[in-house]
């Protein structure tokens, strides 16, 4: 990819050429102008060379992908960079190789009051269990460590760590040996937090966001609030995003709401809504999930955070401030609640006004015929993980030792909240998954369950367009004249177009049905190289020597 020297405007008029752009006001499309920050055109070679004398840069994009640029809809984003740039167990294959991540680490990072690591999945080890605290204690020196389960509804945590936060014994969720759950694990996630020192911090959100920029994203969802993070960490990553180039971020803050008074403290802290984790339950792998049904490797049947009575509450007070509301809900009880509770105040409201206020559910991963549909008539958007599928589906997969095969079989079934009309956004949940946009849009079209695949450009689209709608706009996230140039350039093989059904793929591939073509995802395939990120006209990544 070859371009001029000029210096990167969003005020300078630029022609991306000799490529493919994936637009759908030309399916077949090869160039594009930018303007003011905003996509000014897009059409056919031959029609380019009419605005190559009028702009400020021609970039020849040599055969290159121009797509959207992603969003991601779930995102943490300063325990993403502190992941990145810390301790990270993910890799870890055995109990005795995370103790030995932590040693090293703690060895290597004297300075650091607390050691904060992220990523082990016990369900992964052949011990099948996690360190215990006095394993812990011996392999960090004594130090305060906390290291939260995959999911972060658990952590492990060293004595020394326990120390700094008095009466935490008495808390809901505190074992003795095993690890934090629920009230327990929010305050020493808290304690932990609170030690990191802010440079460190902002260093983490930036690491966070130039690596998403790096993958083609363009925009994320911070997903924060008073059980994950603290207002200054919210406050701050804004005021970061505002002021430096990269990838625009909306955050919303997790804080229940009941009057008019709580809808401005959400407003003042720049807040897009009183959403994303605002926990009705927690997660299968930590078992705190809500299950109508016990689990199947458990005696209960998870943890219920808040009922239909406040969660009707926090909807009604959003609704009437014009503020998102929106939740976490994984099991089929919580998902339930979040339905009956966004219901009961569509029927004091009214149900035009809740729909338009387009209130979210994070994960949704339990859902039946029943909830789906309720979520199509209440106007709900469904903000999901296909990386959790890949990563625990199957028969074989930690969902199913959890529930069983049957039960597992039913989890995210994208295709069917498709086909009832549920706006669908897709998202990492980083870092619980990694940041992979591509790689998510493939676990949703090659999902462990063949029943709830989706197509290629489904599941792009959910990525792209779907986020923007998720924050209540429907001119982005698509290149199309006036929409904003956030988009992405990417070295790719052939473009195809892959569905679920091989009748429609037929169709679809032929000149004739005018669809965009998008690149090859089969598992196993290379999947495309970023090239360039541009937000608002503005390039936010650019990759070396290209």
């Known amino acids: 990819m070859t371009e001029?020297?000029?210096p990167q405007s969003e005020d300078r008029t630029v022609l991306l050429r000799g490529g493919d752009v994936h637009s759908p006001a030309d399916p077949f499309a090869t160039a594009m102008v930018v303007e003011r920050g905003h996509v000014a055109w897009v059409g056919s070679e031959g029609a380019a060379d009419a605005f190559a004398g009028g702009v400020d840069e021609v970039i020849d994009l040599e055969g290159a992908l121009v797509t959207p640029a992603f969003t991601d809809s779930h995102v943490h984003t300063t325990s993403t960079g502190l992941a990145l740039t810390g301790l990270d167990l993910s890799g870890a294959h055995t109990l005795a190789e995370a103790l030995g991540r932590v040693r090293a680490y703690a060895n290597g990072h004297a300075a650091q009051r607390v050691v904060l690591g992220h990523g082990w999945d016990a369900t992964r080890w052949p011990e099948q269990r996690p360190p215990s605290r006095a394993e812990l204690d011996e392999a960090a020196g004594r130090r305060p460590v906390y290291l939260p389960r995959v999911d972060v509804h658990s952590a492990v945590v060293t004595t020394a760590l326990l120390d700094l936060v008095p009466g935490v014994t008495a808390l809901p969720g505190y074992h003795p040996e095993g690890p934090l759950t629920g009230a327990a694990h929010h305050a020493v996630r808290s304690?932990?937090?609170g030690a990191v020192?802010?440079?460190?911090?902002a260093d983490a959100q930036r690491a966070a966001l130039a690596h998403a920029a790096s993958l083609g994203i363009g925009t994320v969802h911070e997903c924060a609030g008073p059980d994950i993070s603290d207002e200054e960490d919210f406050t701050g990553l804004l005021r970061l995003?505002?002021?430096?180039p990269g990838p625009r971020v909306f955050g919303y803050w997790a804080e229940r709401i009941e009057d008019a008074k709580g809808a401005r403290r959400i407003r003042e802290l720049g807040a897009a809504g009183a959403a994303g984790d605002l926990f009705v339950d927690g997660s299968l792998g930590s078992h705190t999930a809500f299950l109508h049904e016990p689990y199947a490797d458990a005696p209960h049947d998870g943890t219920a955070h808040l009922d239909v009575g406040r969660i009707a509450a926090h909807v009604t007070a959003c609704t009437e401030a014009g503020l998102q509301a929106g939740f976490h809900a994984i099991g089929d009880a919580a998902v339930s609640a979040v339905v009956a509770g966004v219901r009961a105040a569509s029927e004091t409201l009214g149900l035009a006004r809740v729909r338009a206020a387009r209130h979210r559910v994070e994960h949704a991963e339990m859902l039946t015929p029943e909830t789906i549909a309720a979520f199509a008539e209440l106007g709900l958007t469904a903000s999901v993980q296909p990386g959790f599928d890949a990563a625990w589906g199957g028969p074989d997969g930690m969902?199913?030792?959890?529930?069983?095969?049957e039960r597992a079989a039913t989890l995210n079934p994208y295709a069917a909240l498709l086909r009832a009309g549920v706006p669908l956004a897709f998202g990492s949940d980083s870092p619980v998954t990694p940041l992979d946009p591509w790689g998510t849009v493939r676990a949703a079209a090659f999902h462990r369950t063949p029943r709830h695949r989706v197509s290629v450009r489904a599941g792009f689209t959910a990525h792209t367009r779907g986020g923007w709608r998720a924050v209540g706009r429907d001119d982005a996230g698509i290149l199309v004249p006036g929409a904003p140039a956030d988009y992405a350039v990417w070295r790719t093989g052939e473009l195809v177009v892959q569905a679920p059904d091989d009748r429609v793929s037929?169709?679809?591939t032929d000149p004739r049905s005018g669809t965009p073509g998008l690149p090859d995802l089969t598992p196993g395939a290379e999947l495309p190289v970023c090239l360039r990120?541009?937000?608002?006209?503005?390039?936010?990544?650019l990759r070396p020597n290209e």
């Open 197 to 201: 020192p802010p440079a460190q911090r």
């Open 533 to 541: 990120t541009v937000v608002a006209g503005r390039t936010v990544h």
């Open 399 to 405: 969902y199913a030792r959890r529930l069983g095969a």
């Open 241 to 244: 995003a505002a002021e430096h």
């Open 4 to 6: 001029s020297t000029a």
């Open 191 to 193: 304690a932990a937090h």
């Open 506 to 508: 037929r169709w679809s």
